[in-house]
Nanobody, 126 residues
Framework: QAQLVESGGGLVQPGGSLRLSCITS????????LGWFRQAPGKERERVSC???????AYADSVKGRFTISRDDAKNTLYLQMNSLKPEDTAVYYC????????????????????WGQGTQVTVSA
């Protein structure tokens, strides 16, 4: 049974940093593409960043240059380093996993991810 557990969220001032972690188990981590999503109050869940099983990455325009996605296959863990945080980054952040489709794939639509974590709250406020 696949499990994804996010951690590292919290309250941070604008301009600050947080590092989210997603510890996984129950599936072959290094054969899966991974993503971070977020959902702000009253808004739809949106894709933030993705990393494929072969290390290709992609970012939403709103976080490009501020967030960095990475993975440690030895630890079955996905990370999201978030710098220069803004109030509009406030949301519940979720990690997700989908089996690697091939070298041309990095990100998928939300409905295509097979496994999800329960989310961690990030609040950016003065």
């Amino acid at each position: 049974q696949a499990q994804l557990v996010e951690s590292g969220g919290g309250l941070v001032q604008p301009g600050g940093s947080l590092r989210l972690s997603c510890i996984t188990s129950g599936f072959t981590f290094d054969r899966h593409d991974l993503g971070w999503f977020r959902q702000a109050p009253g808004k739809e869940r949106e894709r933030v960043s993705c990393i494929s099983a072969i290390g290709s990455t992609a970012y939403a325009d709103s976080v490009k240059g501020r967030f960095t996605i990475s993975r440690d296959d030895a630890k079955n863990t996905l990370y999201l380093q978030m710098n220069s945080l803004k109030p509009e980054d406030t949301a519940v952040y979720y990690c997700a996993a989908e089996v690697h489709w091939g070298p041309d794939y990095v990100c998928y639509d939300e409905w295509e991810y097979n496994y999800w974590g329960q989310g961690t709250q990030v609040t950016v406020s003065a």
